[in-house]
């Protein structure tokens, strides 16, 4: 977990600054242990918390791209990393920068992905993408510090969630759930995928899904074929220029532009 602080750095650069890469010591669940796949965060707006995710305890791996480009961190890899090994160490975290420890939530989640605070700040929810759903860990009330279901069931992977300016939650899925991925949900399935000397193809597909704060369905919208928007990782509601109601963004990892819909 990084902070970069903008012109703070030597003749006017910017500087990053760590601010975890382990687990706490004194943390209730696997202290001490490596931070390998800091995937999203969410920070409230009243305490300065940041909730972040750990996607799996399998680092991304370095891509080389072709000459004279930058090595980068290649996140799909590491997601078909996570899915073929079975790897389900996906974990919730906590920073506290007031005393800069940084704590597990939650465990035990099969590539835990998209995070987001909830508007009254009484749970986060979090996307766990190879179990098609989102969860729940409840911050306050009656619950707290256990893990619900929120929904369950999703039609597509879920990656990035967002809180929408009315409490509600908008989850981006940038592939669709299909017959031949029920087949890989075996250990025996995915060893054999793994082998294959290709990866199979990903059809184009995007789609985006609000939910309300107890899981309920208020919208779903979309791309069948990928044409006007495909493979959505994230997707965020802010208001409309000239405040006419509120406009939809949606980005993606894969399709290299960011469009938009007005609500």
Do not use: C
């Not at 990393?81 to 160490?89: A, D, L, R, W």
């Amino acid at each position: 977990l990084v902070r970069v602080e903008r012109g703070a750095g030597d003749g006017g650069s910017d500087r990053v600054v760590v601010l975890a890469s382990r687990v706490s010591q004194d943390s209730a669940l696997t202290p001490n242990t490596p931070i390998m796949f800091a995937n999203d965060l969410s920070i409230s707006p009243t305490t300065g918390v940041i909730y972040f995710t750990d996607s799996s305890n399998l680092p991304a791996p370095v891509a080389y791209p072709a000459k004279n480009k930058e090595p980068f961190f290649d996140t799909l890899l590491a997601f078909l990393q996570t899915f073929f090994s079975g790897s389900i160490t996906g974990r919730l975290l906590a920073y506290y920068p007031e005393t800069g420890k940084t704590h597990v939530l939650a465990t035990g989640m099969w590539y835990a992905n998209g995070v987001a605070l909830s508007q009254d700040e009484s749970f986060v929810a979090i996307t766990e993408t190879l179990r098609f759903r989102v969860l729940r860990y409840w911050l306050k009330g009656p619950k707290a510090g256990t893990t619900d279901v929120l929904i369950d069931g999703l039609p597509g992977f879920p990656d990035g969630i967002d809180t929408a300016p009315d409490g509600g939650f908008w989850i981006a899925m940038p592939a669709q759930r299909t017959s031949s991925f029920e087949l890989l949900k075996t250990k025996l399935g995915r060893s054999i995928a793994a082998w294959l000397p290709f990866t199979p193809p990903l059809d184009k597909w995007g789609a985006v899904l609000k939910v309300s704060p107890s899981g309920e369905i208020l919208r779903f919208l979309v791309d069948p074929d990928g044409s006007h928007m495909g493979y959505i990782t994230a997707a965020e509601e802010a208001a409309a220029p000239g405040g006419r109601g509120t406009r939809l963004y949606m980005g993606s990892l894969m399709d290299p532009k960011i469009a938009y819909l007005d609500l």
